[in-house]
T-cell receptor, first 114, second 116 residues
Framework: EAQVTQNPRYLITVTGKKLTVTCSQNMNHEYMSWYRQDPGLGLRQIYYSMNVEVTDKGDVPEGYKVSRKEKRNFPLILESPSPNQTSLYFC?????????????FGPGTRLTVT | AQKVTQAQTEISVVEKEDVTLDCVYETRDTTYYLFWYKQPPSGELVFLIRRNSFDEQNEISGRYSWNFQKSTSSFNFTITASQVVDSAVYFCALSEPIQGAQKLVFGQGTRLTINP
C-alpha cells in the first residue's frame, strides 16, 4: 500500500531533550516536506527536500533540522525542543516538486513539549 | 507573497443542509494550483481536489462541488445534502513556486460540524 508513515504518532517530552520524528514513504517520491499545524494558522512548511541530499528551509525552520540521506526517509530533528514547538506535525511527499502534483500526507505526529 | 484566507472559522449545520466553504487567495503568479484537503477527527489529511489556474470549469464529484472564479480569486467548496461524516476541518491551499520547488500555502481551515 502506497503510504507515508511517521513515528511516533504521539510524543510528550521535556524542554531541551533532543528528539527525532521519522518519516518514510514507499512511493519513490522525489519531493518531501515537513509542516506544522497550529490552531488558527493552518499548516506551515518547516523544511522541504527536492531529492537526496537537497534540503531547504520553509517558512518556520527555526529550531528544526532535517536530513535526506535516502530517498524514502526524511527525519525531522529537534535538537533542543521548547514549549513553542508543541504542535501537530505532518510529513508529506509527492512524485515531483511541480506545483501540479498533489502531496500525500502522513498521519501526523502530535508533539507536546513541557 | 501568496496568501490563502478562509474567513469562516467554524460552521455548524443540520444534516441534509447544503453548505459552502469559502476560500480566497492572493498570488502574483499566472500559473498556480489550488487544492482542498479534508482533515477528519482522526487527524489525517485527505486530498480532495486540485485545480490549475487555466481551468475555470466547475467540478462536481458526487455531493461535492467546487467553484473556481479567477475574477474574484476564489475557490469555494460546496457540500450538497450534508452528512454527519462530512464533519471535519477543511483546508484550502495554494501551490507557490519556491526556488524551483513547490510549497503549499494553507488557509487557516474551516471546522465544519454536521449535526444529526
Amino acid at each position: 500500500e502506497a503510504q507515508v508513515t511517521q513515528n511516533p504518532r504521539y510524543l510528550i517530552t521535556v524542554t531541551g531533550k533532543k528528539l527525532t520524528v521519522t518519516c518514510s514513504q514507499n512511493m519513490n517520491h522525489e519531493y518531501m516536506s515537513w509542516y506544522r499545524q497550529d490552531p488558527g494558522l493552518g499548516l506551515r512548511q518547516i523544511y522541504y527536500s527536492m531529492n537526496v541530499e537537497v534540503t531547504d528551509k520553509g517558512d518556520v525552520p527555526e529550531g528544526y533540522k532535517v536530513s535526506r540521506k535516502e530517498k524514502r526517509n526524511f527525519p525531522l530533528i529537534l535538537e533542543s525542543p521548547s514549549p513553542n514547538q508543541t504542535s501537530l506535525y505532518f510529513c508529506a511527499s509527492s512524485l515531483s516538486f511541480s506545483g501540479s502534483i498533489e502531496q500525500y500526507f502522513g498521519p501526523g505526529t502530535r508533539l507536546t513539549v513541557t | 507573497a501568496q496568501k490563502v484566507t478562509q474567513a469562516q472559522t467554524e460552521i455548524s449545520v443540520v444534516e441534509k443542509e447544503d453548505v459552502t466553504l469559502d476560500c480566497v487567495y492572493e498570488t502574483r503568479d499566472t500559473t498556480y494550483y489550488l487544492f482542498w484537503y479534508k482533515q477528519p477527527p482522526s487527524g489525517e489529511l485527505v486530498f480532495l481536489i486540485r485545480r490549475n489556474s487555466f481551468d475555470e470549469q466547475n467540478e462536481i464529484s458526487g455531493r461535492y462541488s467546487w467553484n473556481f472564479q479567477k475574477s474574484t480569486s476564489s475557490f469555494n467548496f460546496t457540500i450538497t445534502a450534508s452528512q454527519v461524516v462530512d464533519s471535519a476541518v477543511y483546508f484550502c491551499a495554494l501551490s507557490e513556486p519556491i526556488q524551483g520547488a513547490q510549497k503549499l500555502v494553507f488557509g487557516q481551515g474551516t471546522r465544519l460540524t454536521i449535526n444529526p
